[in-house]
């Protein structure tokens, strides 16, 4: 999984061809990108044990071990909606506009009212979920909101009517 904005990832600083005519970007630093790997794979023909070791000893960044990423996941809850919004909006053919700035996460579930539980290892009942309230609408500002995990698979992309209608069926079955 890759996570859009990700503060360890930043974008190559493209910009002139190094001196010796790449065009593969520059570091933060604005060293030639393709200068740098070939260094590196110099370094590696020459001493590939002594470039192993070394490798082995650089501290991994966070965005490259499971626990780095699962803390990225639990302290940016709406850019992972967003991201999954996207995709299934891709997916299944829907509109999706928003930004994190339509997405807030409210203490309770506004349908059913339990507690939303954040940052749990699983997915619950009570895990927050982006809900499209009019679901033909798609992703759009104004028609998302965060609703608990079960209160949207019981609405799932019911239209309104539909949800009557199934009320008002189990009501007549089951009363
Ligand atoms: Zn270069």
Redesign the pocket.
Same mark, same amino acid.
């Given at each position: 999984m890759s996570f859009p904005n990700s503060p360890e990832i930043s974008a190559p600083q493209v910009g002139r061809p =190094?001196k010796?005519g790449?065009n593969s970007g520059r570091d933060k630093t604005r060293h =030639?990108l393709? =200068?740098k790997r070939l260094r590196e794979a110099a370094r590696y023909r020459s001493d590939p044990a002594a470039v192993m070791q070394r490798r082995a000893l650089r501290p991994v960044p966070p965005s490259q071990t499971p626990e780095g990423r699962r803390s990225w996941s639990r302290n940016n809850p709406e850019k992972i909606m967003l991201h999954m919004a996207r995709s299934r909006a891709r997916g299944e053919g829907y509109l999706c506009t928003i930004t994190t700035m339509d997405i807030s996460i409210p203490e309770y579930c506004p349908l059913l009212g339990l507690r939303l539980e954040q940052g749990t290892e699983k997915r619950t009942d009570a895990s927050p979920s982006l809900d499209k309230i009019r679901p033909e609408l798609g992703y759009v500002p104004g028609n998302v909101w965060v609703i608990s995990w079960k209160a949207n698979r019981i609405k799932n992309n019911a239209t309104l009517q539909e949800l009557q209608m199934i009320v008002a069926k189990l009501t007549e079955r089951m009363l």
């Open positions: =190094c010796y790449h =030639c393709e =200068c």
